[in-house]
């Protein structure tokens, strides 16, 4: 079996770079994800950018890495949750 195989194809490697630069682009302008976090955390959305950033840079970095990946889609199954769950209870 080729080692693409093996690791799950190129696909989630390429979306858990892609998360992980998405989460590190939260540090960077944090600007750009104000709008987008002030309706699931109306109180202190400045602080929950950062913390969003750091968990979708740790979650996209273990999805990227074939031997954590399966940790890191259940970690991102549950920050979707845990954000579904904040915007429901904002609205």
Known sequence: MSKSKKS???L???FGIGLAATGAAHF???????GITKRPFPQ???TWI???GATELVVGAAIAHPKTR???LVSL?????WLG???ARNS
């Open 50 to 52: 950062t913390r969003n």
């Open 8 to 10: 799950g194809g190129i």
């Open 12 to 14: 989630p490697k390429v």
């Open 44 to 46: 202190d959305t400045k």
């Open 85 to 87: 769950y904040n915007i």
């Open 77 to 81: 199954g549950a920050y979707v949750g």
């Open 28 to 34: 960077v302008v944090p600007e750009a994800f104000e």
């Open 70 to 72: 399966k940790f890191g």
